[in-house]
């Protein structure tokens, strides 16, 4: 919840806009100032304060008590010019919120905190707990002085600047066992641990937490590592596990016994067969997703009555992480804000020269750029592959949507289970030509690649035709180039067999690039030659009119009338 305090009317007039803007998320605190902030304190995770800073900085300063538990606080000035971020710029998502406010309220946002400002990441931002001297470490990354990172194993991080490598004073270590951390030393704590957990009926949740408390303690593991819960479908709402995985803050996951029933163990036994139909249910449970069993079954020890728990320990070996990043067809804010997110998220950028650099600024310092020439295809979705099996958090970007002809499919072609892949949708060209043309594809509509280089020429004819037969709205992608000239004329002549030559062709060159151009034009009236690789065309249906120097095709008769 976020509380909002403000203490003039123009104040209170910026309040319930946010309010109004954030529906269920916000509480508004009205009366005298410093109760309504000690109450919003003490009540909210976040707290928007329409007064002056110094004013804040009075009123909370003796109910600050811990980085980790205060919440988030920003001011907005009386002028609504600014939305500053005072307090818990991280942890209490302050940062995140003051470009929230921001966004809402039209003001500027202000970010003070030191890794934000410089665009290196906090420790505390990379997705993953993090213990030790935190402090140190970041202040020492952002110091540009080296920084050793000791990793157990690749995971999927962000970029870390290049100061963070082979050797330093200062320590990141990544790791899930117990270790006692230097005075210089941060630990990351990564999802690698599955618990798998069994329980009779009733156990209580006490019992269940104090055995994977103690099973991880003997083993040399952290709790912060720990990724999920497992158990047999049976148990999925059993109260004492369900609750001991709410107090880790991980998810339960749950397996149906045949499937439990197949997973080789080391210690099957007779009575969870009978109670649920799995000779072992912790130990098949945490190996049901794979991995290395680090603790064997044990057994909860209650005292003066049956174990009611038992668990076993899974390592789970890191999953490389592939986003396949549609950039929009070339103007900077058409750019998604999850296309900028994942591009920042990834360490591993592959793509067409060309297209990394239109987003190389977007880049955070460290990260590393695979780029290649024209034609390169295969290789480049090879590489992204391999780097994402690596372990590695790859992004690989293609031109307006990287699934349209483009990166997507061959990549995905090569990739296999052991990676996880992310989807981020692009504008794709026909769609910014339509937004420059008027509204051309109202109604059914195909794209179709006229590059032959890849498909036979009688698949992409026979495709034309039929379109052409059903009356669709065509758009041609790669329509014409230099060394393919004739297959453009040859696909207007058979659209042109079943619509009128007044039929309206929009023609868009470089959409939304700064030599942006299009016309309005007819199946009679283009003249090919004046169609290029950078262009597409798009073709009407019947019903397809230019209305006030605009392509408009009907949504339907029906409709219209
Ligand atoms: N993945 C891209 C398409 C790649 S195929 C997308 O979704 O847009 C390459 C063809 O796309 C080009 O030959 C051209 O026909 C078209 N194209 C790509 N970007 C364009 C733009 N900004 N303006 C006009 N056509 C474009």
């Known amino acids: 919840m976020i509380g909002l305090i403000s203490a003039t009317a123009a104040g209170a007039a910026a309040r319930d806009r946010l309010a109004a803007a954030r529906p269920g998320r916000t509480r508004v605190y009205e009366g005298p100032v410093r109760e309504s902030v000690e109450r919003a304190f003490a009540e909210c995770e976040q707290l928007v304060c329409f007064l002056a800073t110094g004013a804040v900085v009075r009123l909370i300063a003796p109910l600050l008590a811990d980085k980790s538990a205060d919440p988030g606080v920003v001011c907005v000035d009386e002028g609504l010019r600014y939305a500053v971020s005072l307090l ?210 044990r057994k909860s020890s209650p005292g003066g009555r049956a174990a009611m728990a038992t668990c076993a320990v899974v390592r789970r070996a890191p999953r490389g992480r592939l986003a396949v990043v549609g950039l929009g067809p070339g103007a900077r804010d058409l750019v998604t804000p999850r296309a900028t997110e994942e591009l920042r998220r990834a360490s591993v950028l592959v793509g067409l020269d060309q297209y990394v650099d239109q987003i190389r600024d977007l880049l955070r310092p460290g990260t590393r750029v695979l780029e290649s020439g024209l034609g390169a295809e295969e290789e480049r979705a090879r590489t992204a592959v391999a780097e994402a099996r690596a372990g590695h958090a790859v992004a690989l970007i293609g031109s307006g949507d990287a699934g349209v002809y483009a990166m997507a499919s061959p990549a995905l072609a090569e990739a296999s289970d052991d990676i996880d892949v992310v989807g981020v949708p692009g504008v794709t060209a026909a769609l910014a030509a339509a937004a420059i043309l008027g509204a051309p594809l109202g109604h059914d509509h195909v794209s179709i690649s006229l590059s032959d280089l890849h498909t036979p020429w009688e698949v992409i004819e026979r495709r034309v035709r039929a379109a052409a037969e059903a009356d669709i709205i065509v758009t041609f992608y790669n329509p014409r180039s230099r060394g393919r000239d004739w297959q453009l004329p040859k696909a207007l002549v058979i659209l042109a067999g079943h619509r009128e030559a007044s039929t309206p062709v929009g023609v868009v060159r470089n959409a939304s690039r700064a030599d942006e151009s299009s016309r309005l034009t007819t199946l009679a009236g283009l003249d090919p030659t004046t169609v290029d690789m950078m262009t597409v065309v798009t073709v009407g249906n019947t019903a397809t009119r230019e209305i006030a120097g605009r392509m408009v095709t009907p949504r339907g008769y029906r409709w219209q009338s």
């Open 88 to 297: 818990g710029g991280h942890g209490g998502g302050a940062n995140e919120l003051a470009a929230e406010v921001a966004d809402v309220l039209g003001c500027a946002p202000v970010v003070t905190t030191a890794t934000d400002a410089t665009d290196v990441p906090g420790l505390d931002t990379l997705g993953l707990p993090v213990e030790g001297a935190v402090a140190a470490v970041s202040r020492a990354i952002l110091d540009g002085e080296p920084v050793a990172l000791r990793s157990d194993a690749v995971w999927p991080l962000p970029p870390l600047p290049p100061n963070v490598g082979a050797e330093g004073e200062a320590v990141l270590r990544v790791t899930d066992r117990v270790v006692e951390p230097g005075a210089r030393e941060a630990v990351l704590r990564p999802a690698s641990l599955v618990v798998g957990v069994g329980a009779s009926k009733g156990a209580p949740v006490d019992e269940v937490l104090g055995l994977i408390e103690e099973a991880l303690r003997e083993a040399g593991l952290s709790p912060l590592s720990i990724a999920e819960l497992a158990t047999v479908d049976a148990k999925a709402a059993e109260p004492g596990i369900v609750a001991a995985a709410e107090r880790l803050g991980v998810p339960v996951v749950t397996y149906a016994a045949g499937e439990l029933s197949a997973i080789a163990v080391p210690n099957p036994s007779g009575a969870p067969l009978a109670a649920v139909g799995t000779p072992s249910v912790a130990e098949a449970a945490a190996l049901a997703g794979g991995g290395e069993l680090l603790v064997p079954k």
